[in-house]
């Protein structure tokens, strides 16, 4: 049974500053995607992270894979209030199209 | 491109009603997926379908049925709304055999009340 993990669930910041979040999970993977949801909102792709070593950039934030530790990461830089929303990631089940979420991690950047 | 349609958006339902939430994408995608999002859960799987004519259970299925009535169109059924299932209910799309691109599309949600 695939589960998925995200840490921190809750980060507030400092607009300026650095922090990652990551996503574990249990079972083999070969896909796996970051979303961000604004409240009341659906959710918006951010990345898609199809094979180990995979790096992905888009302004403020970059996400990585690690299908062999069963990690990835993204990683904002010099936050700002903008990118305060919250954030899954989302990843499909060896071998099949059951597509599992983790809990997601809310994001708040301070001014 | 409409993407992900569901309807309703909204509704209210007294304890023991029947419902249908509908959704449909047009995107020719052969996998589909029902999902519920409750405060502090994230989103759980209920139901997907990878293809026309096949659905499995997610994490959880108890109290859903779904229908994958053609390519297009994915329905989940309560038969008897509990208010245990009052939340936002998210349908999704997939293609991952499309190169490239291979990101899960989802709707606009079904926010659904059982009182």
Not at chain 1, 69 to 94: E, K, N
Not at chain 2, 57 to 81: D, H, I, Q, T, W
């Amino acid at each position: 049974e695939l589960k998925v993990e995200q840490n921190p669930l809750f980060l507030s910041m400092q607009e300026g500053k650095n922090y990652t979040i990551y996503c574990n999970y249990s079972t083999t993977s070969d896909r796996l995607y970051w979303y961000r949801q604004d409240p009341g909102k659906s959710l918006e792709s951010l990345f898609v992270l199809l094979s180990n070593g995979a790096v992905k950039q888009e302004g403020r934030l970059m996400a990585s894979l690690d299908t062999k530790a069963r990690l990835s990461t993204l990683h904002i830089t010099a936050a700002v209030h903008d990118l305060s929303a919250t954030y899954f990631c989302a990843v499909f089940q060896g071998g099949s199209e059951k597509l599992v979420f983790g809990k997601g991690t809310k994001l708040t950047v301070n001014p | 491109n409409a993407g992900v349609t569901q309807t309703p958006k909204f509704q209210v339902l007294k304890t023991g009603q029947s419902m249908t939430l509908q959704c449909a994408q047009d995107m020719n995608h052969n996998s589909m997926y029902w999902y519920r999002q409750d405060p502090g859960m994230g989103l759980r799987l209920i139901y997907y379908s990878a293809s026309e004519g096949t659905t499995d259970k997610g994490e959880v299925p108890n109290g859903y049925n779904v229908s994958r009535l053609n390519k297009r169109e994915f329905s989940l059924r309560l038969e008897s709304a509990a208010p245990s299932q009052t939340s936002v209910y998210f349908c999704a799309s997939s293609e991952p055999a499309h190169p490239g691109d291979t990101e899960a599309f989802f709707g606009q949600g079904t926010r659904l009340t059982v009182v």
